[in-house]
Nanobody, 123 residues
Framework: VQLQASGGGSVQAGDSLRLSCAAS????????MAWFRQGPGKERECVAT????????YYVDSVKGRFTISRDNAKNTVYLQMNSLKPEDTAVYYC?????????????????WGQGTQVTVSS
């Protein structure tokens, strides 16, 4: 089972990036998928989650209105469109997946993790 994250980079404040996370090894169509991030000197936080049917989506308050999570179950891929990026969005972004159930924002409940992709936003 592997999750491969990509799409990070260095951008200016106000720019956009699109992160992708491709899952392989099994079918994740029924799993909850999520993006977490960990900034310098900060704890890992849940940025966004999406259920298998895309029926339930969560965003941390700091990204609401700027980030959009989506998924393509046919491609086993989840995306994070990040617009109006701010310097405080600078972090390593990780994708993760878990079986349906509680704890969608708690990293301890996630079974599989990608390797992380760096996002750096300069002012």
């Amino acid at each position: 089972v592997q999750l491969q994250a990509s799409g990070g980079g260095s951008v200016q404040a106000g720019d956009s990036l699109r992160l992708s996370c491709a899952a392989s090894g099994r079918t994740f169509s029924t799993y909850t998928m999520a993006w977490f991030r960990q900034g310098p000197g900060k704890e890992r936080e849940c940025v966004a989650t999406i259920t298998w049917s895309s029926g339930t989506i969560y965003y941390v308050d700091s990204v609401k209105g700027r980030f959009t999570i989506s998924r393509d179950n046919a491609k086993n891929t989840v995306y994070l469109q990040m617009n109006s990026l701010k310097p405080e969005d600078t972090a390593v972004y990780y994708c993760a997946t878990k079986t349906p159930g509680p704890g969608r924002t708690n990293s301890a409940f996630y079974d599989y993790w990608g390797q992380g992709t760096q996002v750096t936003v300069s002012s």
